[in-house]
């Protein structure tokens, strides 16, 4: 593009000017006296003075509107200018060529930061409903392990003087022996639930998948039948590993045993398995076997007490609030553990997780706006004629630097923008059409879990506009700082 293109917007009324150009200023440089194109630069310039007289007057516009001036009157020409930058001639077809690349790039990186994002918040609300389906919000126990011998009157103080308390239930627990008629043996968690408020806690009820009489009552399920033999219902992955199914019994040993005159021996008893349960998370499918309350309390040959209170509470994400209200409510020796601190090693894992792959996947967005700074740079150096008839003409420093910081951020937006768009496209067709199968024996769910968190992709879009904004600064400053006289030196 020739000089004199930068006139145009000067003549269209786009371009201010200083109140005063002097004829010192309008001279060319010594070095350029014998340069034809320069002696038609500067008397373009003094011509466009002499027509455009009132742009030389701050908040005039020129006479002479040319159709982008009648279209837009009021528009910056800092923007018009940087408009047709980016949309360059076909002598300048390559700098509109990196332009393109680097909105793929931004647009790149972005929608694959919202999809992989889409996805780790699936997995970590597949993970969390699942945690928070099969054990308690709260806990309520006292310190030193010590048995709660009251519970049923601590309940219902709790039910009384705490809001937010959506169920309760007494447990009792106990690690013990595992041992089947096959003589396969495995270490369990025995737990003692009472049939009737489980159900208003846990989900154990709704994740049995099998049972010895069919039925999905789980006071039925545990209650005894004519055998006499108390009922356990053990998860599916342990069922797989010991060979035991509904209606095989199997030997529990607790390692407290009896105080017997030929010493201590171990206490052991035999159960009827009545379900198989099935959660989705390996850890408690293979560590969990659960019992009727009133049977656990009869093997471990104690009284009615359980080990805690295992609470559901309306604000998942407030449960210390809630868990301060009740230990303030009964004062010692009771304390509260609630869900984020029995499972916080895993979410923080998840977290760092999620971080790491933000990092990861920023260096897309990263080299992105390298390729913006390119573009910016060679974009200052094929346009210094013309930056420097702007800034001869009356443009400051700073609206030149606009022009540039412009040009870039248009190119962050618009890929930001598409980015975006086809990032949500995407992991919708994943979650709704595409639903990409997994091995539920290694993932425990059957397909992709896609969860689109609008936060998230906010935060994506400001942080890569962000980035873009910052890669346009240098190639701005040195477009702003150019000296017009080296410039127009060797024209």
């Known amino acids: 593009m020739l000089v004199e293109d930068a006139?145009?917007?000067?003549?269209?009324?786009?371009?201010?000017?200083?109140s005063a150009i002097t004829m010192t200023m309008l001279t060319p440089p010594s070095g350029c006296q014998g340069s034809s194109r320069s002696r038609l630069a500067f008397s373009l310039i003094f011509s466009t003075r002499e027509l455009c007289s009132s742009t030389l007057q701050p908040g005039r516009s020129c006479t002479r509107a040319g159709p982008i001036a009648r279209m837009q009157p009021a528009m910056r020409f800092?923007?018009?200018?940087?408009?047709?930058?980016?949309?360059?001639?076909?002598?300048?077809?390559?700098?509109?060529?990196?332009?393109?690349?680097?909105?793929?790039?931004?647009?790149?990186?972005?929608?694959?930061l919202i999809v992989v994002l889409s996805v780790q918040a699936g997995f970590e609300h597949d993970l969390k409903s699942k945690i928070l389906g099969n054990s308690s919000h709260l806990i309520l126990l006292k310190y030193g392990s010590e048995k709660l011998h009251d519970y049923r009157a601590v309940m219902q103080r709790i039910a009384e003087g705490v809001t937010g308390i959506e169920g309760m239930t007494p447990t009792l627990y106990h690690e013990v022996l595992l041992t089947t008629e096959s003589n396969t043996s495995s270490g369990v968690m025995l737990k003692g639930v009472d049939p009737e408020t489980a159900a208003s806690v846990l989900n154990l009820g709704r994740n049995l998948i099998s049972t010895e009489h069919g039925d999905r009552d789980l006071a039925k399920v545990l209650a005894?039948?004519?055998?006499?033999?108390?009922?356990?219902?053990?998860?599916?992955?342990?069922?797989?590993?010991?060979?035991?199914?509904?209606?095989?019994?199997l030997t529990l040993l607790s390692p407290e045993g009896e105080i017997t005159p030929f010493g201590n021996t171990p206490r052991l008893r035999k159960f009827r398995v009545a379900g198989i349960f099935k959660t989705g998370m390996w850890e408690y499918d293979t560590k969990f076997v659960y019992t009727h309350l009133s049977d656990a309390q009869r093997f471990f040959s104690l009284s009615d007490v359980c080990s805690y209170i295992e609470m559901r509470i309306t604000d998942l994400d407030q449960p210390k609030a809630t868990g301060t209200e009740v230990t303030r409510l009964l004062g010692p020796p009771y304390l509260t553990r609630d869900w984020q601190d029995l499972n916080g090693d895993l979410f923080d894992a998840l977290r760092l997780e999620r971080t790491v792959t933000f990092i990861t996947l920023a260096m897309v967005i990263l080299v992105a706006t390298f390729s913006i700074v390119a573009t910016l740079v060679m974009l200052v150096m094929d346009k210094s004629k013309e930056i420097a008839i702007l800034k001869t003409m009356g443009a400051t420093s700073a609206q030149v630097m606009r022009i540039f910081v412009l040009t870039g951020a248009t190119i962050g937006v618009i890929g930001v923008l598409l980015g975006e768009v086809l990032g949500v496209v995407l992991s919708l067709l994943l979650r709704d059409v595409i639903r990409w199968p997994l091995n539920p024996s290694v993932y425990f769910i059957d397909t992709l879990p896609v969860q689109i968190d609008p936060a998230r992709c906010a935060v994506v879009g400001l942080f890569t506009l962000?980035?873009?904004?910052?890669?346009?600064?240098?190639?701005?400053?040195?477009?702003?700082?150019?000296?017009?006289v080296e410039g127009l030196r060797y024209e």
């Open 7 to 18: 006139i145009q917007g000067l003549g269209d009324g786009m371009v201010p000017a200083r």
């Open 78 to 112: 800092e923007a018009f200018i940087g408009t047709r930058y980016l949309l360059s001639r076909k002598s300048q077809m390559f700098i509109s060529f990196i332009s393109v690349i680097s909105v793929l790039g931004v647009c790149l990186g972005v929608m694959a």
């Open 224 to 249: 005894h039948a004519e055998d006499d033999l108390p009922r356990v219902i053990v998860g599916l992955e342990l069922s797989k590993q010991s060979l035991i199914f509904p209606g095989d019994t």
């Open 466 to 484: 962000t980035m873009v904004l910052g890669s346009t600064l240098y190639p701005s400053w040195k477009a702003a700082s150019l000296d017009p």
